[in-house]
């Protein structure tokens, strides 16, 4: 607790944090573990862990960065919050993000941007996002851990722009309840740590069945992936897939050494290599910019100055005005980058555009899925039968792959960049995310090759695994690390 006091402190400037809990919330908290034994066994007791805030918490307000949930509190907590409370965690503060999530820098427009800790000549570089608020959180050290969420890579992304580990679980593992919903289909809670280990126990310690999720994925499915997948042994030897198609012509030079050299080093331990072609990945980030936008103006339909944060207060709220409430509250509420994208998405699900957008969209999220059950050695548990493969197929247990394209860009470039360019940054965590894959991001240190000075001195790398072998995916991030 006093390291995290004096951390936030210190790093106040960053702004990682939306909201702090103060010194006495945290004492009390902390006082309350104390005069309990009932967490005797649990490894989270007094663990301080910082929350996104787009999870709701009855405590702290919760925000999502928007000014339409202006000072908005939630009279209840999320499911993952509850449970991190009665496993004698401290949460110790609400952070940053895009609006909504909607996002890959953490610069919220009515609210500042979240910076990194690490500089380059210089200039403050990127975060990443939408979960920048956690990621800095934890990478200075102003909580142990922090729970983020991840509908396209919001938790892997700024794991890789500052040196942290992001893990996010398969989709449905983890309960959605309290999590404000951006994209719900694609929607995952995750976390940021400092290391492999840390995301396990706060894995374990959130992974049940929620019946609050009707998403939340039940006990037969929970049953049978428990029942195939296999238990990790020290010498087992990993067929590891190459993902050809995400040697994109925009790696980065020092990504590719980075990851060349990982895998290198992964043969010389025994593992073995094995290229595998994932096609539909081209046409991945385009279905998902469609789909994301789509379930969002639908969920973001609910902001309408009646139930929720900010009303406008001008005359507009007068209904004898032209503009109804609910328009004139939008508008003031919801920033660019939101409207943009609730415009998209209403356009993409209206009749004139739906057949050659949205079904369009679902048709290649259904290829990336089958794409992915064509490499992995385990059959999809959520598929009763084995989908034909073809005779090529590589068998494999984890695909490995870089989180991003390149090292993070300094905000000053950010700012130069427009939507699309800012969407082109999510083209290799979008695949695991469609198919609802569990997947890590680990810090790997540089390879050769680094062109420019940095002092982030590492390149995130992805291990994927198959749907529901969120225990594999762990098991190998900690070989890599
Ligand atoms: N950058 C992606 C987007 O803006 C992913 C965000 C996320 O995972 N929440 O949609």
Redesign the pocket.
Known sequence: VQQCLERQAQYAGLNAFVTRASATQLQDAASTIDDSNKFNDSALVGRTIAVKDNIVTKDYPTTASSKILDEYKSPYNATVVDKLISAGALICGKTNL?EF????HTRPTFTSATQSPFKREGQPLSAG??SGGSAVAVATGQAWAALG??????VRLPAAYTGTVGFKPSYGRLSRWGVIA?ANSLDTVGTLTQNVGDARIIFKALDQFDHMDPTSLSKTVRDRIAGQTTAWTENRRLRIGIPLDYNTESLSPEVRTTWSRLLQSLQDAGHSLHAVSLPSTHQALSAYYVL?PAEASSNLAKYDGVRYGHRTSGPDANPKENLPLFATTRGEGFGPEVQRRILLGAYTLSSEAMDNYFVQAQRVRRLVQSDFDNVFALQNPLLDTRTERSSDTANVDVLIAPTAPTLPPTLAEVEKLSPVEMYMN?VLTVPASLAGLPALSVPVKLGGGAKEAVDIDSVGIQVIGQFGDDELVLQVGQVIE
């Open positions: 895009d999530g909607m996002g890959s996002g939408s969420t991840d509908t396209g890579g919001s951006y994301a999510d």
